[in-house]
């Protein structure tokens, strides 16, 4: 009796429309989502506006560690080095991808599933892995000195990951290897799908190459851009795995990254705090640079 | 309209990154198959043969076949928990009306950009208070919760674009909301869900960090950790190091080159278009 009642209240209510009971099928993936990823979130803003050594007890900081990020040296370091290495991580793989796209943009390419599972194969390997080949590769002995030394450019050849002033372009390159191939197999996509058509048309009002990838190309490919930069910034920021593995920061701190400055104040030296604004801070820029692409490059409003 | 010329520049120009793609990828393989006394820290190539015996060394010298275990367990535990969790939110996210059902979407789409620097360090303090740390639930937690901002958003695209029409009928034959998503609508979503399976799989077995905050005993490592570590203890050995590398890397490229549209397809719907 009471099962039917209720039935028909709640058919009534909703006419074949289920409500309440959404709040059901969520509840399992919210308890386990705001328990282990919100909820910590929230802890690590608190935890940025303390002083903590991780036991004892902590003390507030009021805005002590945000602070710091501008004033110490060994905290802006951190973040110049990743706004740089978007060059090597984002800015480059998309522009090596654009340039292959406007060579290729007029041939139908034949094994493209071969190529591109190829060009893409970097972006499924762990980090780590990759880590190890490139330590090989960039080693003082490695395939790239020697390569060197066999063209009779020996002079240029060097300990790449503990130079100081080549270390943090050689882990730079590794993320443009990592990052190239995805934007070649996103942007080769999107030029097969821009209608043949507009190209004839841009050639039969007498337009270049360039004219060409500036009027056709290039709009064409305006939502593959902003998913391409918008995935190779965010990975680039989140950057731990590479530089641990290749040069934990070194030489000196000439490779910290915000990623690898969060590990290292809060489990090696014991500055929980301002570990946490560290954490939050790259929260922010990520934030900041996504918000900025899609609406630079898609030209609407976030 | 396109010229032999044009046709030859970009074939070459595939060629040429298709060999910058592959270059570190055979060398580490051929590293993995050389000889060990090789005291090259760089790649090699084998000589005499291929060495088989660097894989069985690096399982039992380096103890992988521990770590693959670990690393198995984990990513199940956490691909399995992640995809039902997921389909029933998504389900009630795509198909259903209610009030703050907007809101609350919302707060998984921001676990799409959240670093996870940011959680890990509360995330270690917590569990280590919980006396969770060095267990699997470390990793199987955090992970999941991670996993889910992906899945539930992935899921939900994919119940919002599939067909009312079938819903309604399954609701007119009397099915209720339970059976229309098990019996309806999942067997339909199979292409969706399986590119959701090889995500989480993916970032799940990659995963470094967090294992690394989390395990500092050596029964729970995971094959990235335990990478790590062999690197930091026998970084002379390239050719163990090299076949350890591939043991990790194995699984994921496998899968990868049987399902490779699922991978792209999910890693490039992974840029929040909202």
């Known amino acids: 009796m009471k099962a039917t009642a209720w039935t028909r209240a709640y058919r009534r209510r909703a006419p074949g429309e289920p409500r309440a009971i959404g709040y059901v099928y969520i509840l399992p993936a919210l308890i386990v989502y705001a328990a282990f990823l919100l909820y910590p979130f929230g802890q690590a803003v608190w935890l940025s506006f303390v002083h903590w050594d991780g036991l004892t007890v902590a003390t507030p900081a009021g805005f002590d560690n945000y602070r710091a990020l501008f004033s110490d040296a060994s905290l802006r370091a951190p973040f110049l080095h990743a706004l740089l290495l978007l060059v090597f991580y984002a800015a480059l793989p998309v522009a090596i991808g654009l340039l292959l796209a406007a060579l290729m943009s007029r ?196 | 309209m396109t010229t032999r010329l044009e046709r030859n520049v970009t074939y070459g120009i595939l060629a040429l990154f298709t060999v910058i793609a592959l270059t570190p990828v055979i060398g580490i393989l051929s590293t993995a198959f050389g000889s060990q006394s090789s005291l090259d820290t760089g790649f090699s190539l084998p000589k005499g043969g291929l060495h088989w015996s660097n894989f069985a060394d690096a399982w039992s010298r380096g103890h992988f076949g521990t770590y693959l275990g670990n690393s198995v367990l984990v990513t199940a535990v956490v691909v399995a928990a992640t995809t039902v969790l997921a389909v029933l939110a998504a389900y009630a996210f795509g198909v259903m009306r209610f009030p703050g059902s907007t809101v609350l979407f919302h707060l998984f789409v921001i676990g799409l950009t959240l670093p996870q620097e940011a959680l890990v360090v509360p995330l270690y303090f917590d569990l280590r208070y919980a006396e969770l740390t060095d267990s699997y639930w470390a990793l199987i937690l955090p992970q999941t919760a991670q996993s889910l901002a992906f899945g539930v958003f992935w899921m939900r695209t994919y119940f919002r674009g599939s067909a009312r029409a079938v819903i309604e009928a399954a609701r007119i034959d009397g099915a209720n909301t339970w059976t229309t998503l098990w019996r309806v609508l999942v067997p339909m979503a199979r292409p969706a869900i399986s590119t959701m399976v090889v995500i989480t799989f993916m970032w799940t077995w990659n995963e470094f960090l967090m294992a690394l905050v989390m395990v500092s005993d050596e029964a729970h490592r995971t094959v990235p950790l335990g990478l790590a570590f062999f690197q930091g203890q026998h970084s002379s050995d390239a050719a163990l190091l090299a076949a350890a590398s591939v043991l990790i890397a194995l699984p994921v490229v496998v899968v990868y080159v049987a399902l490779q549209r699922r991978f792209i397809e999910g890693m490039l719907g992974g840029a929040v278009k909202e």
């Open chain 1, 107 to 302: 041939v139908r390419i034949r094994g493209m599933t071969f190529f591109r599972t190829v060009l893409f194969l970097p972006q499924v390997l762990a980090l780590i892995v990759v880590g190890v080949a490139w330590r090989s590769i960039l080693a003082p002995d490695g395939l790239l000195n020697d390569a060197l030394r066999a063209v009779g450019l020996g002079g240029l050849a060097r300990p790449w990951l503990g130079d100081y002033t080549w270390a943090l372009p050689a882990v730079g390159i590794v993320g443009t290897w990592v990052g190239t191939g995805l934007c070649m197999v996103l942007f080769l996509a999107g030029a097969q799908r821009i209608p043949r058509e507009l190209y004839e048309a841009a050639r039969m009002d007498g337009a270049g190459p360039l004219r060409e990838f500036l009027t056709v190309t290039l709009p064409g490919l305006r939502p593959q851009i902003a998913v391409a930069l918008t995935l190779t910034i965010v990975a680039g920021l989140r950057n731990f795995d590479l530089i641990y593995i290749t040069t934990s920061g070194g030489p000196g701190n000439a490779t910290s990254v915000p990623a690898y400055e969060v590990y290292h104040r809060a489990f090696e030296t014991n500055q929980v705090g301002s570990a946490a604004a560290v954490g939050v801070a790259l929260t922010v820029l990520i934030f900041v640079l996504t918000v900025t692409v899609s609406r630079l490059v898609e030209g609407r409003r976030a």
